[in-house]
């Protein structure tokens, strides 16, 4: 009875792990709506029924493996149509599985066909295929989302869970039935800790996610009066063209050429649209440009800005998020000092898209440097929301091969940004 108990929970547990590395590799591979969604539950239950029936039945390694690899590759043939997919997917995951078996089973039990052995070991078993999992899913990077989240607090679950029980089995300090309630336990503790950190993970990418939408469409709204009060201006200075027109004839019959001077400087000024400070021509930038700087010059004493952009501009989704995050952390920064300063210069050259963002700064930023790069670490109340944007800053500059640089020097910090965008035209 205890073997069963332990047999059906380790399996479930399982069960879980293995939608997470299918998850792994097909994340973006399917919209899941609710028809799909109750396809997957079923395949996967499904599957755990007949794997654990035929594990108590037959106790048959071929028997096992069969089992496992045809309920592996149905449940990704939901996710996929593709054979090739399928096939790397389904024996990637089974053989991270098999290769755990094998490190915590066979070195202690003498396991023959037909024979069952205690079912603690297929305990350590799954906390193992967890580890895998967490260390495959940082490698493969699939979900980009929780790149820099996740740490190594995170992964000592699993191993203070394998460590309990093994020094419980070798010291012999409890019962049988002892074993099982903990076992059963630390898998509880287990998939609740990682189901409940998912959970938790999403709610804050969602979070983030929008922020970055409110922040588009109050960028559009802004673009959209910019607009409109500019054309208000020039329908108001047409309507008073004739009278323009015969002022400016008048004077040049007099000779009066400062005069005339004055009076066309004056309709430029009257035209101007003092809330449109880019135009690029480029709607998606100067809308997230215009409504941040906006916001800058009503917080900020000094804003100095110099774009330089072609109308054309491709990927402008990735240079608003970087401009984006990157201006809101520099007016954050700023406004927390004395002078109040935010200098912007953006260029494309050759190609070569250059971003600088300079600004006022109190001396409080916390730069880590890890794996060859540079990371910003925010002093902001809501570090989680604002590292993901920052994090997504510097994920954007690697997937254009480009280069982030990081300068605090002295009551300054400059960002400055390479982005290599041959395809775009000057």
Request: proline share 1%; aromatic share 8%.
């Given at each position: ?19 997470r ?40 390694v ?10 592996i ?16 997917v ?112 999403d ?32 329908k108001?200075l047409?309507?008073d063209?004739?009278?323009?027109m ?46 941040l ?134």
């Open positions: 009875m205890t073997d069963f108990i332990i047999c059906v929970s380790t399996n479930l547990f399982r069960i879980y792990l293995i939608s590395f299918i998850h792994i590799f097909l994340e973006d591979e399917e919209k899941e709506d609710c028809g799909s969604r109750m396809r997957h539950m079923l395949v996967y239950g499904g599957f755990f029924i007949v794997n654990t029936a035929a594990y108590l039945i037959f106790h048959t071929w028997v096992n493996i069969a089992c496992n690899l045809a309920g590759g149905l449940i990704v043939l939901t996710y996929t149509s593709s054979i090739k997919t399928i096939l790397f389904t024996c990637s995951v089974y053989m991270i599985n098999m290769g755990c078996s094998t490190i915590s089973i066979l070195p202690f039990v003498n396991y023959k066909d037909g024979v069952g052995f205690n079912q603690i070991y297929e305990v350590i078993d799954v906390f193992l295929v967890l580890l895998c999992e967490l260390l495959t899913e940082k490698i493969v990077d699939a979900r980009r989302k929780m790149q820099g989240v996740r740490n190594i607090s995170l992964g000592l679950v699993p191993l203070c869970s394998i460590g309990m029980l093994c020094m419980m089995i070798y010291t012999k300090s409890s019962t049988e039935t002892g074993l099982v309630i903990i076992s059963v336990g630390l898998i509880i503790v287990n998939f609740f800790t990682f189901y409940l950190y998912n959970i938790l993970s709610a804050l990418f969602h979070q983030y996610e929008n922020e970055v939408l409110r922040q588009e469409i109050q960028g559009y709204a802004n673009q959209l009066d910019v607009m409109l009060q500019g054309e208000e201006k020039v108001a047409r309507h063209m004739k009278h323009h015969n002022e400016l004839k008048i004077l040049a019959a007099k000779g009066e050429n400062k005069a005339i001077e004055e009076y066309i400087g004056d309709m430029e000024e009257f035209i101007t649209n003092t809330n449109e400070i880019v135009s690029s021509g480029n709607l998606e930038i100067d809308s997230v440009m215009n409504y700087l906006r916001r800058a010059k009503e917080e900020l004493r000094t804003v100095n800005v110099n774009v330089r952009l072609p109308k054309s501009v491709s990927h402008s989704f990735d240079i608003n998020v970087i401009l984006g995050n990157l201006l809101e952390n520099g007016i954050e920064a700023a406004r927390q000092t004395e002078s109040k300063r935010l200098d912007i210069n953006i260029e494309l050259q050759q190609g070569l898209l250059r971003i600088q963002v300079e600004n006022s700064y109190n001396g409080k930023t916390v730069i880590n440097r890890e794996k060859g790069h540079q990371r910003l670490l925010t002093t902001k109340k809501a570090s989680g929301l604002h590292g993901i944007g920052l994090e997504n800053v510097r994920k954007m500059v690697e997937k254009y091969d480009g280069i982030m640089e990081v300068c605090p020097d002295g009551d300054t910090f400059r960002v400055i940004l390479i982005l290599y965008m041959s395809e775009v035209k000057n």
